[in-house]
């Protein structure tokens, strides 16, 4: 599709256990963002990247969060040892890079850390 | 971290009501914007503002850049049924630098429609 796309939208997992979201940016946007959006809440950023490499990496919660990007496109934000604390909805976002605003969001992978 | 002061935090009306939702910060911010998010779905932007007073139209939605650079607001006219979800503003904050991407984030106000 044309759109932002994430995978998987649902994830169910134990504490303790390591999981991956993948992020499928819009084709030629050189700048994607990773956000996390807790139950009722708004939008916590994690990290930018513009191209492949992170200049931004302020908001990431813990040293158990990290993420990369390859070939200018997909992403992957990888969470060690997940605890309860990181149910969240993780929403990532792509834009052309050309303003801080016009970004254009994925549905969302919503994690469950039981 | 820094947030925005989004007012208010739900609204019920009637459909063909007007709305309006404002944010403010204690900082001067750079840019304005507003999202608007439905469930299970990632915000989808509505209105970009990028120069001190301006004022811009989108449809039955108005937004303006607070003068002062540290308000906007939304407005929203004539309202239906699906102007229902979470309306979120969202500022770039000043100082501007080669890295500074971030957003900050209103917590959002949730519309209800009566139809």
């Known amino acids: 599709g044309a759109g932002v796309s994430q995978s998987p939208s649902n994830k169910v997992t134990e504490k303790g256990k390591d999981v991956e979201l993948r992020c499928d940016p819009i084709?030629?946007?050189?700048?994607l963002y990773w956000y996390r959006q807790r139950l009722g809440q708004g939008l916590e950023f994690l990290i930018y990247?513009?191209?492949?490499?992170?200049?931004?990496k302020s908001g990431l919660p813990s040293d158990r969060f990290s993420a990369e990007r390859t070939g200018e496109s997909v992403s992957t934000l990888t969470i060690q040892r997940t605890q309860q604390e990181d149910s969240a909805v993780y929403l990532c976002?792509?834009?052309?890079?050309?303003?801080?605003?016009?970004?254009?969001f994925g549905e969302g992978s919503r994690l469950t850390v039981l | 971290g820094q947030q925005l002061n989004q007012s208010p935090q739900s609204m019920f009306i009637q459909e063909g009501e007007d709305v309006s939702m404002n944010c403010t910060s204690s900082s001067i911010f750079n840019t304005w914007l507003w999202y608007k998010q439905e469930p299970g779905e990632g915000p989808v932007l509505l209105i970009a503002?990028?120069?001190a007073g301006e004022l811009t139209s989108n449809g039955r939605l108005t937004a303006q850049f607070g003068i002062t650079r540290k308000d906007s607001f939304l407005n929203i006219s004539a309202s239906i049924p699906s102007d229902v979800g979470i309306y979120f503003c969202?500022?770039?904050?000043?100082?501007?630098?080669?890295?500074?991407?971030?957003?900050?984030w209103g917590l959002g106000t949730s519309l209800a429609v009566n139809p």
């Open positions: 503002l990028y120069k």
């Open positions: 969202a500022g770039q904050p000043l100082p501007l630098g080669g890295n500074n991407r971030k957003l900050i």
């Open positions: 084709s030629g946007h050189t700048a």
């Open positions: 990247f513009q191209g492949n490499s992170a200049p931004d």
């Open positions: 976002a792509s834009s052309l890079g050309l303003g801080p605003g016009e970004l254009f």
